[in-house]
């Protein structure tokens, strides 16, 4: 199985250097903030900053704010 050139003996190689660097206690904590970096990336990306539904004047203050 190759994924980008890479076989098994280096995958094995470079998860046994990431566990001596990281160690196995800060590894699911490093894979969430890298998890959370791409999906940031992502909707940067695509411009997808609001959730489906919502309005953009609310988040700016609704008809009863006024504004200067």
């Known amino acids: 199985m190759r994924i980008a050139g890479l076989g098994l003996p280096e995958l094995l ?5 990431v566990l001596l660097i990281f160690g196995a206690s800060r590894l699911p904590g490093v894979g969430s903030a890298l998890g959370k ?7 940067s990306v695509t ?6 539904g919502q309005d953009t004047a ?3 203050g609704g008809p009863g ?3 200067p």
């Open 65 to 67: 704010e006024q504004r």
């Open 47 to 52: 411009g997808e900053d609001d959730k489906p």
């Open 37 to 43: 970096g791409i999906r940031s990336f992502k909707t």
């Open 58 to 60: 609310a988040n700016e």
């Open 13 to 17: 190689i470079i998860l046994l250097v």
